[in-house]
């Protein structure tokens, strides 16, 4: 049974949500501040968490950076659950390292899909990949038992959202990869019209992987279409240096 820390001051919030995750089939735990959210995620080592960012005594925004920067708690989805609504705060919450952010008032039907595909995302990748993959091309190479990539000759330690955007671009390496089909593929929902999700995510990757992530050479935006992986086929690890 999996387990769910929900972290949230709101007493009717932990009240609507506990019961409706627990007639799911879910464990839940559940603390009202941040403090208490972050020791108790600490203690229990739940399969997931909700998290409230106006929360007393540390704000969630605090708490979702501490997780994560914890070796422990680095791994454990996180899915942001606020009234606060702004691009700039969902943006902030990505940052902060938040898998998915759901805005209050909320559809409980909303939420358990949103909570399924979190879970279901955690396990989704094989230790062993299906023959139909493609894993390798030119100087990339995924490892998805470590959710760890070879980049040019180096290994990078992605994030599990990281890798599976990653991994979604280059199964359509040179081709452009609509927002939509991201969002269905990776969250594992059904777009809406805000695809900040998607632009946080591909900001981080090209932190990550490409020279200037100012003026990417990889992960290309086609304005107005989506994303596109373009690789080159062969590489050296001196051609890499000189650019």
Known sequence: MPKILLVDNDATILELVSINLDMTGYEVCR???GVKGQAMAMQLMPDLIILDLLLPNVDGFTVCQRLRRNERTSEIPILILTARSGIKDKVDGFNAGADDYLTKPFEIEELLARVR???RR????????KHSEILSYGPLTLIPERF???WFGQTVKLTHLEFELLHCLLQRHGQTVAPSEIL???WGYDPDDDIETIRVHIRHLRTKLEPD?????YIRTVYGAGYCLELPSAFTEEARSAE
Do not use: G
Request: avoid cysteine.
């Open 117 to 119: 595909a979190l879970l």
């Open 31 to 33: 603390a009202n501040d």
């Open 122 to 129: 955690t396990d989704r990748i094989p230790p062993a990949a």
């Open 213 to 217: 992530p100012r003026h990417p050479d």
């Open 148 to 150: 760890e990539v070879v």
């Open 184 to 186: 269905k593929e990776v």
